[in-house]
């Protein structure tokens, strides 16, 4: 799998845990769209967070969520942490 594949391939689980939590579909999500303008609540990082555990092995801490406010923004840095 090549680098722009593993980006696009853990963009697009990401968008669906996003919207999962947001109860939103999917496809209307902006991955450039701060998620604070979604109205995410600190449940909502809560639950991202073990979503994102669960799905990536990877443990982020809430402040690595509000740090990396867009899809695209916590997308490469799953990345970079070997997220596939």
Same mark, same amino acid.
């Given at each position: !799998?090549?680098?722009?594949?593993? $980006?696009?391939?853990?963009? &697009? ?8 939590? /947001?109860?939103? %579909? *999917? @496809? ?6 701060? /998620? ?9 990082? %809560? ?5 994102? @555990? @669960? @799905? ?5 801490? /809430?402040?690595?969520?509000? $740090?990396? *406010?867009?899809?695209?923004? !916590? ?6 942490? &070997? %997220? !596939?």
């Amino acid at each position: !799998m090549t680098d722009k594949t593993a $980006d696009i391939t853990v963009a &697009g689980r990401l968008t669906s845990l996003v919207a999962e939590q /947001l109860e939103i %579909a *999917p @496809e209307s999500l902006d991955r450039g769209r701060s /998620l604070g303008e979604y109205g995410i609540t600190s449940v909502i990082v %809560a639950g991202l967070a073990g979503d994102i @555990e @669960e @799905e990536f092995g990877i443990a982020v801490d /809430l402040d690595v969520i509000r $740090d990396h *406010p867009t899809i695209n923004a !916590m997308s490469q840095l799953l990345c970079d942490q &070997g %997220a !596939m």
